[in-house]
């Protein structure tokens, strides 16, 4: 039986390529097959925002390739409800619909469910 | 038991030395490294162009002992060298660059390698930050 | 299911150790190492919030990281070495580290 991973993305869609490269490797993994999740956490939880203009900075607009990731078999998605709060973001108002809002404890739940996880 | 480690910072940051360092200790506690897989910055642990003043520790020079007297499984994420300007000499040439930083033991490939580690190895652990 | 999480960034200027200790589960541990050992600094923030946490947190910390900071540690940390923390990576389901 295959592994599963929870990939949690902590970083701002523009803070660098850390946002990109933590989905690409969900897009990887979900190209093979494997069980895999996102967490967007933190700052991460800023890649969820909706009608974002990356254009403006020449950057590649990141919402398309969270959307992707479905087609990818990557449907477990989650974002952290403390975060989202934080940033003054409602669980309503984001741009991947198909994503589940958690509480801290159903985090620590979460991130015990896989058998691996990678935090960037 | 089965270790993939995976690296996400340069030579010259702490988690580099920390990570290889780890990686000695898991040898040499009997264990197995299936591959080290090196992405984000740390495709520049790989580098072959770094240049360390005398007193200082060569880190990426380190790996690359590490890797060639233990004969193990070296990939670094060709997306994140390509980006980060780390080329081995068939990159070079396909894209006209004028340098070659990444040389054996290293081998370029895909975020598979790193998938497929994950599922051969009993552990994975990263390496990053400071 | 149990957790090692690696902390190496310094508690003073990012937020991973607070969004650690917010989500950790019962039988995780923490390790810090790097300039997260400053987090054992005395009578900081930190210190207090892993203080508080110290008879069911267990909590290791990379020996030559502290060393190097001076940083004297208290009875409720323990200090590993690499041998040592590769054992725990053995003892403990996953590791994971906030990159």
Same mark, same amino acid.
């Given at each position: 039986m295959a592994k599963?991973?929870?990939i +949690?993305?902590r970083?701002?869609?523009?803070a660098?390529?850390?946002?990109r490269?933590?989905?690409?490797i969900?897009?990887?993994?979900g190209?093979?097959?494997?069980?895999?999740?996102?967490?967007?956490l933190?700052d991460?939880v800023?890649q969820?925002l909706?009608d974002?203009?990356?254009?403006?900075?020449?950057q590649?607009d +990141?919402t398309?390739?969270?959307?992707?990731?479905?087609?990818f078999?990557v449907?477990?998605?989650?974002?952290?409800?403390?975060?989202l709060?934080?940033?003054?973001?409602?669980?309503t108002?984001?741009n991947?619909?198909t994503?589940?809002v958690?509480?801290?404890?159903?985090i620590?739940?979460?991130?015990?469910r896989?058998?691996?996880?990678?935090?960037? | 038991m089965?270790?993939?480690?995976a /690296?996400y910072?340069p030579?010259h940051?702490?988690?580099s030395?920390r990570a290889?360092l780890?990686?000695q200790?898991? /040898?040499a506690?009997?264990?197995?490294?299936v591959r080290?897989?090196f992405?984000q910055d740390?495709?520049?642990?790989? %580098? %072959?162009s770094?240049v360390?003043p005398?007193d200082?520790q060569?880190?990426?020079?380190?790996?690359r002992?590490?890797?060639?007297?233990n004969?193990?499984?070296?990939v670094v994420c060709?997306?994140?060298?390509?980006r980060?300007?780390v080329?081995?000499?068939d990159?070079?040439?396909?894209? %006209?660059?004028p340098?070659v930083?990444?040389?054996?033991?290293?081998e370029?490939s895909?975020l598979?390698?790193?998938h497929?580690?994950?599922? %051969?190895a009993?552990?994975l652990?990263?390496?990053?930050?400071? | 299911?149990?957790?090692l999480?690696v902390?190496s960034?310094?508690p003073?200027?990012d937020?991973?150790?607070n969004?650690?200790?917010?989500?950790?589960g019962s039988?995780?541990?923490?390790l810090?190492c790097?300039d997260?050992?400053?987090?054992?600094?005395?009578?900081t923030a930190?210190?207090?919030?892993?203080?508080?946490?110290?008879?069911?947190?267990?909590?290791?910390?990379l020996?030559?990281?502290?060393k190097?900071?001076?940083l004297?540690?208290?009875e409720?940390?323990?200090?590993?070495?690499?041998?040592?923390l590769?054992?725990?990576?053995v003892?403990?389901?996953?590791?994971n580290?906030?990159?």
């Amino acid at each position: 039986m295959a592994k599963s991973m929870l990939i +949690i993305s902590r970083q701002a869609p523009w803070a660098g390529p850390s946002a990109r490269e933590a989905l690409d490797i969900a897009l990887a993994g979900g190209a093979f097959d494997l069980p895999l999740a996102m967490l967007f956490l933190d700052d991460g939880v800023l890649q969820l925002l909706p009608d974002q203009a990356a254009g403006e900075l020449q950057q590649k607009d +990141i919402t398309a390739n969270l959307q992707a990731l479905s087609m990818f078999g990557v449907d477990d998605l989650f974002a952290c409800h403390t975060s989202l709060a934080e940033r003054g973001m409602g669980p309503t108002e984001l741009n991947v619909e198909t994503l589940q809002v958690l509480r801290d404890q159903e985090i620590a739940a979460l991130i015990d469910r896989y058998d691996q996880v990678i935090t960037l | 038991m089965k270790f993939a480690i995976a /690296l996400y910072s340069p030579a010259h940051a702490p988690s580099s030395r920390r990570a290889l360092l780890f990686a000695q200790a898991v /040898l040499a506690g009997g264990h197995e490294i299936v591959r080290l897989f090196f992405y984000q910055d740390g495709v520049h642990s790989a %580098s %072959s162009s770094i240049v360390t003043p005398q007193d200082e520790q060569d880190v990426a020079a380190q790996w690359r002992d590490f890797v060639t007297d233990n004969q193990l499984d070296g990939v670094v994420c060709i997306a994140a060298a390509l980006r980060r300007g780390v080329l081995d000499a068939d990159e070079a040439r396909r894209y %006209s660059r004028p340098a070659v930083n990444l040389a054996a033991p290293w081998e370029l490939s895909g975020l598979g390698q790193l998938h497929d580690a994950v599922q %051969s190895a009993d552990r994975l652990i990263c390496f990053g930050g400071p | 299911m149990s957790t090692l999480h690696v902390l190496s960034h310094s508690p003073f200027t990012d937020t991973r150790l607070n969004s650690c200790l917010r989500l950790l589960g019962s039988a995780d541990a923490i390790l810090l190492c790097g300039d997260a050992t400053y987090a054992l600094s005395a009578s900081t923030a930190p210190r207090q919030a892993l203080e508080a946490r110290a008879d069911n947190l267990l909590l290791f910390v990379l020996d030559e990281d502290a060393k190097a900071r001076n940083l004297p540690l208290p009875e409720w940390a323990t200090a590993v070495d690499y041998p040592r923390l590769v054992a725990l990576s053995v003892q403990y389901d996953k590791v994971n580290t906030w990159l």
